[in-house]
């Protein structure tokens, strides 16, 4: 068979769902034809203008106004703005024509089994011969879809189920209809991992298929368990957020994002399919959630669901919460548990669960309750909707947002213990568990030599999980690959004479442990590896530095102790860049101040496209201290031309730093002079970004690499930059866009950046430079509306503006 390339892919439906697919296509380089239908009538607008519904711009307004709506959302469909210009709009009437150009089409109309066979029917009368052609349904059966279509079609037809957002949520359902190749699914689930960045999973054709049948009844199962317990919205979604690994939105919050009315749509389908589900009764809808639907109490969408946003008198907003009893609106109560209390101290999410269903308050009689019914549910969905357990967790885990899935869980209370929590709510273990148990094997999972096995059911074994040859999983190798380590990092052996330093610290926050592990690691690297890379995979690269301990040192005056650190990490940053092995670092998620400060160091930088990378310094009241300040002065000396306004330069790179400008994702970095075109490179799919950064470091050790020298021809343009930057400052202020301690942080960093008040442009070294930027931190720190900063940080996660 011929190799299969995808440059072109055609979009049908231009809804949130169908904008949102072409906008990630589009991320990744693919030309998007996206198409919907011709408006039956003119509206207002084009009334008033005088149009005709021939006129061109009225047939593609639909496509048009739904795309420019998903450019406009946020969290952004799309990486980068001008990558929205790789999408061309059209319409199902006159542009229909041009899908037997494409590689690949892809049906996202309404869910509609009817509407959806008529646009198959025209499709397939224009449609190349070996196009893939798929349905994004999120629960029709696949084998209805393709009935009375030629025998290519069906050959190249099945599901490709996307969450939405299809730019955030990792899972990628691929649904087989009854007659479609092994090759096209194969290839489908290669395409969804190496380029856009998913977790594939093959699912049955069964109701809801993996993600949806498991989320919905975990959903489901707790909305009769409020009821049970007799429990507070409250307490469920204190319960089932951040503490069991689930995002913070939880349980009921997120219903308010997502829609009860597409919650209820999916439940009531899956009810009225499932003949042979056990627990089919869970999927009836309570009676308050029927109250809610009936009144259009939806969530986000109508203003008000299981929380109401309120204006009060004084100007301020409340969030009230829905009482489940009254169906009244009522004042939120503040939800605390004392088994919730003995987890404080577990930072592993794994190391909790035990914990968790040995409470003897409420907590725990609902985390019992909840994960017996849970195991008892997916134990039981095998072979049904997929005969391989793995499958069941990735879909949860990428689809819902869990940190662990079901048998992750299971596995982390101990399989014994989970058959024990399941049979005092009543519900039998299944065959294949007790078989797996007699059989002298107690986990689902287990991990030799650096790779995940899971129990194979048919096999009766442990069998390894595909897909893994491209990845490199920090959780399975450190322990029997450690060099190194103290409490901030663990420094592991890649292969290949690579080396990495893993932060292991609260929130990979970089304090004297962190740093002191990282020069710990330069120095086995130098005498006895080739390359090093800087990565993890926690939840953020890394916060920024350790600001509980700047603001004790700044407290207690300890200005001789705080020099000595702010150098400490000025030196390891230089380090990274001037040792004599290449170093890469691997930014992913939140990098932020001093995160970013070591991004802007390495000798390239490899970074998972959902970086979030900026210098926010200024939030805590003062300026980058890390060599951040002194890097943004390089990288825009590097951008002067001759004749060129340098000033005008320096500026944009003034602001990125002034203004606390974050990119929201690692191309947006690129723009903001974090990330270098043509050295610095981005990957879509965070689990190979680690394997690609040991490549690179290996490739710049292969090809001879050579320690770098230390730059002493930085471009600073003195008292003409510092002078227009004050002038600047003082306008800000006196329009009151900024405080006056908003202009002070600004000073400070002009007369950084400015290279001090020198009297004419001049040469100078990083040093000189690093030199100015400590002093101008260690002057902030001494501010009383700095320490303000430092300590609403600490106290409240959030910046103070005073």
């Known amino acids: 068979m011929s190799k299969r390339r995808i440059n072109k892919v055609a979009v049908i439906g231009s809804g949130i769902m169908g904008s949102g697919i072409a906008c990630h296509f589009a991320n990744i380089g693919v030309e998007v034809l996206l198409l919907d239908i011709v408006p039956r009538e003119l509206n207002d607008k084009e009334k008033a203008k005088g149009l005709t519904l021939d006129d061109k711009t009225v047939r593609n307004r639909l496509v048009n106004d739904h795309l420019q709506n998903a450019l406009k959302s946020k969290p952004s469909p799309i990486y980068h703005k001008d990558f929205a210009k790789r999408i061309t709009t059209g319409n199902m009437e006159d542009d229909i024509a041009k899908v037997k150009d494409y590689d690949w089409i892809i049906e996202v109309v309404i869910e509609r089994l009817d509407i959806k066979k008529q646009v198959f029917e025209k499709l397939d009368k224009h449609r190349t011969p070996g196009t893939l052609i798929t349905s994004n349904t999120s629960g029709i059966p696949i084998k209805f879809m393709?009935?009375?279509?030629?025998?290519?079609?069906?050959?190249?037809?099945?599901?490709?189920?996307f969450f939405n957002p299809a730019r955030y949520l990792d899972l990628f359902e691929i649904i087989p209809g009854p007659n479609t190749d092994k090759e096209v699914l194969a290839f489908l689930n290669a395409y969804g991992e190496k380029f856009l960045g998913k977790t594939s999973v093959v699912a049955k054709d069964t109701p809801?298929?993996?993600?949806?049948?498991?989320?919905?009844?975990?959903?489901?199962?707790?909305?009769?368990?409020?009821?049970?317990?007799?429990?507070?919205?409250?307490?469920?979604?204190?319960?089932?957020?951040?503490?069991?690994?689930?995002?913070?939105?939880a349980t009921f919050r997120t219903v308010d994002v997502v829609g009860l009315d597409t919650l209820v749509h999916v439940a009531n389908g899956i009810r009225e399919n499932v003949e042979n589900d056990e627990r089919a009764e869970l999927f009836s809808l309570p009676n308050y959630i029927n109250t809610m639907h009936e009144n259009k109490w939806l969530g986000s969408k109508t203003g008000q669901g299981f929380y109401k946003k309120i204006k009060k008198e004084d100007g301020s907003s409340e969030i009230l919460t829905l009482d489940l009893n009254s169906m009244e609106y009522r004042a939120n109560k503040r939800a605390s548990f004392s088994t919730l209390e003995m987890t404080k101290s577990?930072?592993?999410?794994?190391?909790?669960?035990?914990?968790?269903?040995?409470?003897?308050?409420?907590?725990?009689?609902?985390?019992?309750?909840?994960?017996?019914?849970?195991?008892?549910?997916?134990?039981?969905?095998?072979?049904?909707?997929?005969?391989?357990?793995?499958?069941?967790?990735?879909?949860?885990?990428?689809g819902y947002g869990w940190e662990h899935g079901p048998f992750q869980i299971w596995d982390a209370v101990?399989?014994?213990?989970?058959?024990?929590?399941?049979?005092a709510e009543g519900y039998e273990v299944a065959d294949w568990v007790a078989a797996m148990l007699s059989s002298g094997k107690d986990s689902f999972y287990t991990v030799k030599e650096g790779n995940t096995f899971y129990y194979d059911i048919p096999k009766k074994e442990y069998v390894k999980k595909p897909g893994q040859d491209g990845f490199i999983i920090l959780d399975n190798i450190r322990e029997s690959k450690e060099v190194f380590k103290n409490s901030g990092?663990?420094?592991?052996?890649?292969?290949?004479?690579?080396?990495?330093?893993?932060?292991?610290?609260?929130?990979?926050?970089?304090?004297?442990?962190?740093?002191?592990?990282?020069?710990?690691?330069?120095?086995l690297a130098?005498?006895?590896?080739?390359?090093?890379?800087?990565?993890?995979?926690?939840?953020?690269?890394?916060v920024g530095a350790n600001i509980g301990m700047i603001f004790m040192m700044a407290v207690e005056q300890e200005y001789d102790e705080l020099n000595a650190a702010v150098k400490y990490f000025q030196d390891t940053c230089m380090r990274l860049r001037y040792s004599s092995?290449?170093?890469?670092?691997?930014?992913?998620?939140?990098?932020?101040?001093?995160?970013?400060?070591?991004?802007?160091?390495?000798?390239?930088?490899?970074?998972?496209?959902?970086?979030?990378?900026?210098?926010?310094?200024?939030?805590?009241?003062?300026?980058?201290?890390?060599?951040?300040?002194?890097e943004m002065t390089l990288r825009a000396s590097e951008t002067y031309h001759k004749d060129d306004v340098e000033l005008n330069r320096l500026r944009e790179y003034f602001l990125t730093i002034g203004m606390a400008k974050v990119s929201t994702s690692a191309y947006e970095a690129y723009d903001l002079g974090i990330l270098k075109p043509g050295k610095d490179i981005v990957?879509?799919?965070?689990?190979?970004?680690?394997?690609a950064a040991k490549e690179v470091a290996k490739f710049m050790a292969d090809q001879g690499y050579t320690k770098p020298i230390e730059r002493t021809d930085i471009k600073v343009l003195g008292k003409q930059a510092l002078g227009a930057f004050l002038v600047g400052t003082d306008q800000m202020n006196a329009g009151k866009y900024i405080s006056d301690h908003d202009q002070k942080i600004a000073n400070k960093l002009a007369y950084v950046m400015a290279g001090g008040d020198l009297s004419e442009a001049s040469y100078v070294s990083e040093r000189y430079l690093l030199d100015l930027e400590r002093e101008a931190f260690l002057s902030l720190c001494g501010e009383r509306k700095t320490l303000e900063r430092l300590e609403h940080m600490i106290k409240k996660g959030k910046p103070l503006r005073n």
């Open 146 to 161: 393709s009935e009375g279509r030629s025998d290519d079609f069906q050959k190249h037809f099945c599901g490709t189920h």
């Open 208 to 249: 809801a298929f993996i993600g949806n049948r498991v989320g919905t009844y975990s959903i489901m199962s707790l909305f009769h368990t409020v009821e049970e317990l007799g429990m507070t919205v409250e307490e469920v979604d204190k319960l089932t957020g951040p503490v069991i690994g689930r995002p913070k939105s």
């Open 346 to 398: 577990i930072d592993n999410v794994a190391d909790r669960f035990p914990v968790l269903v040995k409470g003897k308050d409420k907590a725990g009689e609902f985390f019992r309750k909840n994960f017996a019914g849970l195991f008892a549910y997916v134990q039981n969905r095998i072979p049904e909707i997929t005969d391989e357990l793995y499958k069941i967790d990735d879909a949860m885990r990428a």
């Open 414 to 423: 101990g399989v014994e213990k989970g058959i024990e929590l399941m049979k």
């Open 489 to 523: 990092v663990v420094v592991e052996d890649l292969g290949d004479g690579i080396l990495n330093v893993e932060f292991r610290s609260k929130m990979n926050s970089i304090g004297g442990d962190v740093l002191s592990g990282l020069n710990r690691a330069i120095d």
């Open 526 to 542: 130098e005498k006895d590896f080739a390359g090093l890379v800087v990565a993890n995979q926690g939840k953020n690269f890394s």
């Open 581 to 630: 092995i290449p170093t890469v670092v691997a930014p992913q998620a939140m990098t932020l101040g001093g995160g970013c400060e070591m991004t802007l160091h390495a000798d390239r930088v490899v970074a998972a496209a959902e970086s979030y990378i900026g210098l926010v310094e200024f939030g805590v009241g003062v300026i980058p201290g890390g060599g951040g300040s002194k």
């Open 683 to 691: 990957v879509v799919n965070k689990d190979r970004q680690i394997a």
